[in-house]
């Protein structure tokens, strides 16, 4: 049962965690994630092609998600687009109080419930709506039975993982590293069992087939190292993992290597380091006084974590009573709403040019009437991003090509360069705030 400490720290991850996670939808992919789901569940069965866009139509598509698309849908059907904001809090509560337990088997609970506290800060940028949250918590997971010892849960782990998200491969790489010579049954179990997914092999090769592509890191901000020019707690994090390495074992100090490299080789790695490694990091600098590790479980130091916990009452009430306006589970001002509902009256044939990041949008709201040009699943349009960037940056004449790919409506954001350079050339069906239509007329 729980003490009446650990009822407080949870509870303080709780406030926490509902001020960080239950925020309103901002992020772009969300929206193709829902339609997917949403196909996926009415039809009752796997997607394998591109259905939502006429440049990538019927290329095969490994949908790696496709089991967190039917939660988040499942979720936004039964409660609203709010069920989606409510599906990301349960989440993040479950992944800091997977950590925290994972992390006070490591050290004492006040260092535990610091450190936690610590990597829920770092990880708070990911908390946007989309399916890598179940990639966090599936990694919390993994690491609290490979603490705890109880290997026989994690090919069990691996296998609902690949069918949640593309990220099982970094929990491939982790029970690879703890286990090896140390369970080989468990660890060729933890190998094999990923294959239980609708696209069994190809998953594999999906993974290393999408990591080996320059493409992203070239015009995907998330898949560009990191910037700092302004310090951050990544940083001091690795300035302090140079003195905490040298009191981790063997295999968690090739952990602390592997990982800061993948961090600092694309910052979205940031959200797998801080789950990895910043606990060994801590752990690593208490070895040099042994005899914190060795205090029994007292009652002062928890003060520390109980204090910080519920200093975070006030904000998360406030927040609390931002819910209650009607327009608090979607940000509008992100998303072209009007130009949406607009190209809903209308028939401007199916091909539609929009933005990378409002592909998703429009995938959700104008499929299948319309088709999209591109949007946010770089790893079916790997080969298009360049042409794309090339027609929205203006290095090459936007008409021609457009025309060349027979788009017959383009949804574009206002006093972009593009907008500039064809509303001196044509006039637009429609504008508003943030958004312009245009009909390419020589294709109706």
């Given at each position: 049962m729980l003490k009446?400490?650990?009822?407080?720290?949870?509870?303080?991850?709780?406030?926490?965690?509902?001020?960080?996670?239950?925020?309103?939808?901002?992020?772009?992919?969300?929206?193709?994630h829902l339609k997917a789901g949403e196909i996926i569940w009415e039809k009752k069965e796997i997607l394998r092609k591109d259905i939502f866009s006429f440049t990538s139509e019927g290329k095969?598509?490994?949908?790696?998600?496709?089991?967190?698309?039917?939660?988040?849908?499942?979720?936004?059907?039964?409660?609203?687009?709010?069920?989606?904001?409510?599906?990301?809090?349960?989440?993040?509560?479950?992944?800091?109080?997977?950590?925290?337990?994972?992390?006070?088997?490591?050290?004492?609970k006040s260092f535990a419930f610091l450190c936690t506290v610590?990597?829920?800060?770092?990880?708070?940028?990911?908390?946007?709506?989309?399916?890598?949250?179940?990639?966090?918590?599936?990694?919390?997971?993994?690491?609290?039975?490979?603490?705890?010892?109880?290997?026989?849960?994690?090919?069990?782990?691996?296998?609902?993982?690949?069918?949640?998200?593309?990220?099982?491969?970094?929990?491939?790489?982790?029970?690879?590293?703890?286990?090896?010579?140390?369970?080989?049954?468990?660890?060729?179990?933890?190998?094999?069992?990923?294959?239980?997914?609708?696209?069994?092999?190809?998953?594999?090769?999906?993974t290393f087939q999408y990591a080996k592509n320059s493409v992203h890191t070239r015009f995907i901000s998330e898949w560009q190292s990191p910037s700092f020019h302004e310090p951050t707690i990544l940083e001091a994090m690795i300035l302090f993992s140079f003195l905490a390495f040298p009191k981790v074992n063997m295999r968690e100090k090739i952990l602390v290597l592997l990982f800061t490299h993948l961090v600092l080789f694309a910052v979205r790695n940031e959200l797998f380091y801080a789950i990895i490694v910043v606990p060994l990091i801590f752990k690593g600098l208490l070895e040099y006084n042994p005899r914190i590790l060795s205090i029994e479980r007292e009652k002062k130091p928890i003060y520390i974590g109980i204090v910080i916990g519920l200093s975070f009452i006030l904000i998360p009430f406030l927040g609390y009573l931002n819910v209650s306006k009607p327009d608090y589970s979607v940000i509008h001002n992100n998303y072209p709403y009007g130009a949406v509902n607009f190209l809903k009256q209308k028939d401007f044939g199916k091909n539609l040019f929009t933005t990378y990041r409002w592909g998703g949008f429009c995938i959700y709201h104008l499929y299948p009437k319309y088709k999209v040009f591109?949007?946010?699943?770089?790893?079916?349009?790997?080969?298009?991003?360049?042409?794309?960037?090339?027609?929205?940056?203006?290095?090459?004449?936007?008409?021609?090509?457009?025309?060349?790919?027979?788009?017959?409506?383009l949804l574009i954001e206002k006093n972009s360069p593009l907008d500039i350079y064809?509303?001196?050339?044509?006039?637009?069906s429609y504008r508003d705030g943030i958004s312009v239509v245009y009909i390419l007329e020589e294709n109706n």
């Open positions: 009446n400490k650990d009822l407080i720290i949870f509870s303080s991850f709780f406030l926490l965690c509902f001020y960080f996670a239950y925020i309103p939808i901002s992020t772009y992919d969300v929206w193709w095969e598509w490994i949908d790696h998600s496709w089991l967190s698309q039917v939660l988040l849908y499942l979720f936004q059907k039964n409660f609203g687009i709010n069920g989606v904001i409510l599906l990301q809090f349960i989440l993040v509560f479950l992944i800091s109080s997977v950590l925290y337990l994972r992390i006070s088997k490591m050290m004492p610590l990597i829920i800060f770092m990880i708070k940028k990911g908390f946007n709506h989309r399916p890598h949250l179940f990639s966090l918590l599936m990694l919390s997971l993994l690491l609290y039975f490979i603490e705890s010892k109880k290997y026989r849960y994690i090919p069990v782990i691996l296998a609902l993982w690949s069918n949640l998200h593309g990220g099982f491969i970094v929990g491939i790489i982790v029970s690879s590293i703890y286990l090896f010579q140390k369970n080989n049954r468990i660890l060729l179990a933890s190998l094999l069992s990923p294959l239980i997914n609708p696209y069994t092999y190809k998953i594999y090769l999906y591109i949007d946010g699943r770089a790893d079916v349009h790997q080969n298009l991003l360049e042409t794309y960037s090339k027609i929205y940056r203006l290095n090459v004449e936007p008409i021609s090509v457009l025309k060349k790919y027979n788009v017959s409506v064809l509303k001196s050339r044509m006039n637009s």
